[in-house]
């Protein structure tokens, strides 16, 4: 036992907060930066998809509460949830324009060093402002997102600004990392984890003695290491499973264009899985990227969807066919909700929907234009009582900063900014119930 | 040295302007690939005055105007454009004066200051208030924003020239940068495949990595995050499985013989030492020993073993490469003969060192330059240098997408996966064939030399016989005119394409990003960026003619388009055409905007002919295959390897694998350079002194693969020179000159080669008696023995005598 102890002083020493702390303060860590009372959701997830919008055939019609999906819209898909949505107009990303600047700006708003949220993603400053007692910090799901490896075009949740968390794009993985432990049931599944927690104490010895050999330049690659141990061994920590072992999903080639719906509906399935069991509070899934060459092949057109994107009014037919690619997504964003919502919350009351917020998020505004000027919102869920949905808002002209403030806000948070505070603070007002 | 004043001092505080950040590392050259500038190489300035200072025009045109401007701004801000109404509207190289006039339009912008920074670096990077309607052009750790932070320096007299040598310079006497790298994802499968003797199933396919200038293997971005970790977890247990299955055939022992507990720790040294490619550290030794003792003692042999396996796969001293060296005590780092080994197998084979390299690093021989070099011809010669060297070219060429670019079935359903298959295995077989013949840059663009398998020949037209190798494929000559060279290549020009069309802007932009080295900026906020639909009435160029006339694309476009029509004679699957639907093939182009390439072709085999006799292709070249082999994207690092690197290149007129041999001999592969690792301090208290001390052993002291006992000899080394101590008889035979060459020396010990010159007229049986400063380690082309305190060493039957007027050498490694 003195052993652990001295590697976790060594991790602290190291200045690795953001990861370990969750797992080395769990019990002592004050939640001052947790809201008090009620009316908060208990779980954020972010769902991506690429390359903006049309406006003209996204944006309901109507008013607040009596919006309406227009026939054949991108939203219309999600009228059998219309209930359980809040939708958001209007919102300008600040200081970031085009596809690489919106990607990069749409869960950050922009932040830096030295802002509230540090330059992080919404979904990792929300995973360490909560540090929920879970497996996983958080959980990072990916479609077909890193054919192109890791960029600014392909990444959009962020560590520390610069900082890229990678997505699994990988259901089998994510299987195996999420349930091969139990497979083979509790008391096997104990003693491996013990296993496996030795072989990490080993290894941050051994990377701790790699590096006092290097530099300051190139000491934070192992500091970075340092913390994936630390987030390896957060991942072991925990007792049994508590909910029930899911089945293997069927294998599936994840770059296969045509497998696109196939790896997605997977993921989006263990994802859900996940969330029940507890094994996160946040997660994202992400559709590709921006600038995505995905073929929606199955819905019988054949350009890809970044090309899809930018065909001006006056090619009808090639619009009709990003409408329809939209639409899909919008069935998706359906499909993962209405999921939530036929789930009953574990130990309480409701569904999981109602103390869930999710987030359909997007890079661009008009991807015609490539702006980031009224980039479209579309929140899901109760979130604990923080929303009232089955609404439209229209904030023409705001930062979307304000929106992820209020989302931190649903979670339980204090912040009173997100990202660079010179585009604006505070909530969105009127978004909470 | 001396400050600008040319440009006179702005009104306003001088205080104000805020300190410029230390530009090493930060260069402004080669990222935007202004070859010719670049080929002035580490001076970065005249010739013949290296401690010149360009002017302010010549700086402008050279680092403002040329890579920053003209590229990314004047698409926009020019006298018709998007920004034709803002104050900075700049005139094309067309017009004359333009120099002239676009630093004077530059020079207020630079002096306007906001808060603590210049309107000319706010709007670019879009920090400023009212935003940048053209958004974030360049963002502040992009290397050219150095160039105008310099250039705001210049307008606003706060510049000092020194500080921009530096940034051109390398500082570090051609020194590599001291770091480690991250295995990337093939070396790790190529690593662990040698490690268990056989190819094995990882079971589980790893994060892709942030990919830099399209490399994979990006040292900078190759970092172990939470989910690669449990990605290295997985596959390490798995491999730990199938090692146990088969237990006995990767023991170096005998578990039931000599005693479990002393056979693990055999295992451990053997296993993890070639894991590590390094003998074992005692405080590495011990950890994986304490590991299999608490395993097995529950468990078994087995298990302890397994775990123990599984360890040693997920540790650093197995997933980074760490060629860091030992301090020299002049600043720079040598590498050792076990770091040696392993640099220039990843380099060569992209795997670790095999048995015979490890033992020419066990011995140390490996430090003598001559035995380096003759490894690195062995590797070169090795079958598993091809894999490397394709790797190279795809990701170079973006060859890597083939599998996964998409094609309308309806349109081109003749491109099954076994087409595209059959592509690779063509292009793969090409750029082999090139490298492994001595081919070079030219035969690489122009040689119509191919090889398809009857069917992808049937698939181009083309006609095809003799005799196939094991794969299928048959050596073609191309009938003329229907391509020559990668460029032509069916995976390069199928990659480079639409789902539905063929595609000028990505074939342009392979040309002028990859073989031109200049990166276009992605087409600004607020301007229709639609393809152009297809149109049966027009033809492919006329449809991206019409979309590019507009002056805000034209600034860009004009240096894409025309370089990709050259290759609208080929359809979006890599077929020739000579339609293109109805339409005739207009393949002319001009190739714009270079330092000394540009002009007019038809078709891309003149095309390809131009950037063949370019000598900025060249150093694109070198400077692509830097970016990869050297696994970075870092200009001043970067410059450290070109001088050598250029020079080889120049010399063998492009030969492709002279820069292989080229690097080996340079001071980038033995040297490092870097900030000296500080001691702890911020890691806790004096946990792991023990693993301090070790790890400063872990390189060279172990060149043998024993630390012990080397220390006491140190102080007979003062004297240096060899001559007056020690007995009567002088240090060689008249007519012998002897002269000691240290290759590399690290704290624990050095290497040395010794050159014997005859300068008699007859044959000498030659002997030398060194005072040595350490104890003999190992020797080679020589037999040595001790004799008082010196030792005498005698060459082989091969070498102890030496004819007049010739010499012979040999090498010796010490411990002190």
């Known amino acids: 036992m003195a052993r652990t102890f001295g590697r976790r002083e060594l991790i602290r020493g190291l200045g690795i907060g953001l990861v370990a702390a969750p797992f080395v303060d769990l019990l002592a860590r004050p939640r001052s930066s947790r809201a008090a009372g009620g009316g908060t959701a208990t779980r954020l997830v972010v769902f991506f998809s690429p390359n903006g919008t049309v406006p003209a055939h996204w944006t309901p019609g109507g008013g607040e509460a009596d919006f309406t999906f227009a026939p054949g819209s991108i939203l219309e898909p999600l009228e059998e949830i219309r209930d359980q949505l809040t939708i958001v107009s209007g919102l300008d990303f600040f200081g970031a324009d085009n596809h690489e600047g919106g990607m990069a700006a749409m869960l950050t708003a922009k932040g830096a060093v030295g802002h509230e949220s540090g330059g992080m993603s919404l979904d990792q ?63 096997a599944a104990a003693k491996i984890k013990a296993r496996r927690a030795r072989v990490v104490d080993l290894l941050v010895d ?40 899911p089945d293997a999903p069927a294998a599936l080639s994840p770059y296969d264009n045509s497998a696109f719906p196939d790896v997605g509906k997977v993921q989006m399935d263990l994802l859900a899985t996940a969330l029940a069991c507890d094994m996160t509070r946040v997660a994202s899934i992400q559709w590709s990227h921006t600038v995505s060459p995905m073929v929606p092949s199955w819905l019988g057109i054949s350009d890809g969807h970044h090309s899809l994107s930018h065909i001006d009014d006056s090619n009808v037919a090639g619009v009709a066919n990003f409408v329809a690619a939209e639409r899909w997504f919008a069935e998706q964003f359906a499909y993962f909700v209405g999921k939530l919502a036929a789930t009953p919350e574990p130990g309480g009351d409701g569904t999981m929907l109602d103390n869930t917020l999710v987030l359909w998020a997007k890079e661009m505004g008009d991807s015609r234009a490539h702006v980031c000027k009224g980039v479209p919102f579309v929140l899901a869920g109760g979130a604990g009582g923080y929303l009232s949905p089955g609404r439209h808002l229209s904030f023409p002209g705001e930062s979307h900063g304000k929106l992820l403030v209020s989302i931190c806000q649903a979670m339980g948070l204090t912040n009173e900014s997100f990202g660079d505070p010179a585009y604006g603070t505070g909530p969105l007002s009127g978004l909470s119930a | 040295m001396k400050t600008m004043t040319s440009l006179s001092t702005p009104p306003g505080d001088p205080t104000s302007s805020r300190p410029r950040r230390p530009l090493r590392g930060r260069a402004l050259l080669l990222s935007l690939g202004f070859a010719a500038a670049a080929l002035a190489g580490c001076n970065g300035g005249d010739e013949d005055e290296t401690t010149s200072c360009p002017s302010d025009q010549e700086y402008f045109e050279r680092h403002v105007w040329g890579p920053v401007l003209s590229t990314r701004c004047a698409g926009c801000h020019n006298a018709e454009g998007l920004a034709k109404d803002s104050r900075m509207v700049l005139w094309g190289d067309d017009q004359e004066g333009y120099i002239e006039h676009n630093m004077e339009v530059t020079l207020p912008l630079a002096r306007e200051l906001i808060g603590d920074s210049s309107l000319f670096l706010l709007k670019p990077s879009n920090e400023h208030a009212d935003g940048h309607k053209g958004g974030e052009i360049l963002t502040r750790d992009n290397p050219e924003f150095a160039a105008l932070e310099q250039w705001v320096a210049r307008a606003t007299g706060t510049y000092a020239c020194d500080e921009e040598e530096d940034a051109l310079t390398c500082d570090a006497n051609g020194a590599g940068a001291r770091r480690v790298r991250r295995l990337d994802h093939r070396e790790y499968k190529q690593s662990v495949d040698d490690l268990l003797g056989a190819p094995v199933e990882l079971g589980v396919s790893f994060a892709p990595d942030n990919v830099v200038d399209g490399y994979t293997n990006n040292a900078a971005a190759l970092k172990v995050s939470g989910l690669l970790a ?139 330059p001559e035995v380096l070099e003759a490894e690195a011809e062995r590797l070169l010669a090795d079958p598993r240098a091809e894999a490397n060297v394709l790797r190279f070219a795809d990701e170079w060429l973006g060859l890597d997408r083939l599998d996964l670019v998409t094609r309308d079935p309806m349109l081109y359903p003749e491109l099954d996966e076994s087409i595209r298959a059959a592509m690779k295995g063509e292009a793969h077989r090409f750029v082999a064939d090139v490298f492994a013949g001595g081919g070079s840059l030219s035969d690489l663009l122009t040689s119509s030399t191919s090889f398809m398998t009857p069917e992808l020949a049937t698939y181009y037209g083309q006609s095809a016989s003799g005799d196939a190798d094991p794969e299928g494929f048959i050596r073609v000559e191309r009938s003329k005119g229907a391509g020559a060279g990668i460029l032509t290549h069916g995976a390069t020009l199928t990659t480079h394409a639409l789902p539905t069309s063929s595609s000028p802007i990505h074939r342009g932009l392979l040309v002028r990003e990859r073989f031109l080295c200049q990166h276009m900026p992605p087409p600004p906020p607020s301007v229709d960026a639609s393809p152009p639909p297809v149109d049966p009435d027009l033809s492919t160029r006329e449809r991206y003619s019409q979309h590019s006339e507009d002056a805000t694309c034209a600034g860009c476009h004009q240096l894409i388009d025309p370089l990709g029509f050259a290759f609208e004679g080929f359809d979006a699957v890599g077929r020739h055409r000579v339609l293109d639907g ?18 007019t072709f038809t078709g891309v085999a003149e095309l390809a002919g131009l950037l063949a006799a370019s000598e900025e292709v060249h150093a694109c070249y070198v400077d692509q295959w830097s970016r990869f082999v050297l696994g970075t994207a870092d200009p001043g690092d970067l410059a450290c390897a070109r001088d050598e690197l250029l020079d080889a290149f120049t010399e063998s007129e492009g030969r492709l694998d002279s820069l292989v041999l080229a690097l080996v001999r340079s001071p980038y592969f033995r ?56 007995g009567d008889e002088p240090d060689a035979p008249e007519g012998i000159e002897v002269m000691i060459n240290v290759d590399s020396m690290w704290p624990a010990g050095e290497c040395d080669t010794v050159t014997i010159t005859n300068t008699s007229g007859a044959a000498i049986t030659w002997y030398a008696l060194l005072d040595l400063p350490g104890a003999l380690v190992n020797n080679w082309n020589s037999i040595a023995s001790a004799e008082g305190d010196r030792t005498r060493f005698v060459g082989e039957a091969y070498n102890a005598s030496v004819e007049p007027q010739q010499s012979t050498s040999f090498g010796f490694c010490l411990e002190y």
């Open chain 1, 125 to 187: 400053y929300v995973a360490k402002e909560l540090a929920a007692p879970t497996r996983f910090a958080s959980l990072e799901l990916g479609v077909q997102t890193s054919a192109w490896g890791g960029n600014n075009q392909t990444r959009m949740s962020y560590s520390a600004p610069g900082q890229f968390v990678t997505p699994d794009d990988d259901p089998a993985h994510v299987y195996s990392r999420l349930f091969g432990d139990f497979v083979g049931g509790d008391d």
């Open chain 1, 206 to 245: 051994e990377a701790g003695d790699l590096r006092r050999r290097l530099g300051a330049e190139e000491r934070p690659k192992l500091d970075a290491h340092l913390e994936a141990l630390a987030q390896v061994e957060q991942g072991l920590a925990g007792g049994g499973l508590g909910c029930a072992l």
């Open chain 2, 230 to 368: 449990e990605q290295y977890r997985e596959a390490a247990e798995t491999m730990a499985d199938v090692l146990v299955t088969d237990l006995n055939s990767h023991l170096p022992c005998d578990p039931v013989g000599d005693g479990e507990e002393a056979c693990a720790a055999d295992f451990i040294d053997d296993f993890g030492g070639r894991a590590f490619r390094r003998p074992l550290t005692d405080a590495e030794r011990s950890r994986y020993l304490g590991l299999y003792s608490e395993v097995a003692e529950e468990d078994g042999f087995a298990e302890g073993i397994r775990w123990t396996t599984a360890a040693i796969l997920q540790a650093p001293g197995f997933l980074y490469r760490t060629e860091l060296g030992q301090a020299t005590g002049d600043g720079n780092y040598a590498l050792t003969p076990h770091e040696l080994a392993s640099e220039l197998s990843y380099l060569i084979l992209g795997a670790a060192p095999d048995a015979s390299l490890r033992a020419l690093a066990d011995d140390g021989s490996i430090a003598d």
């Open chain 2, 582 to 599: 109805v339409h005739p093939i207009d393949d002319s182009g001009e190739i714009l905007h270079t330092a000394s390439s540009d002009g």
């Open chain 2, 671 to 726: 040297l490092r350079t870097g900030e000296i690792a500080e001691l702890p301090d911020d890691s806790g208290s004096g946990s792991d002194t023990d693993s301090d001390g070790s790890s400063d052993g872990s390189g060279g002291s172990d060149s043998d693969g024993n630390a012990s006992d080397s220390g006491d000899s140190g102080d007979s080394g003062d004297s240096g020179d060899s001559g007056d101590s020690g």
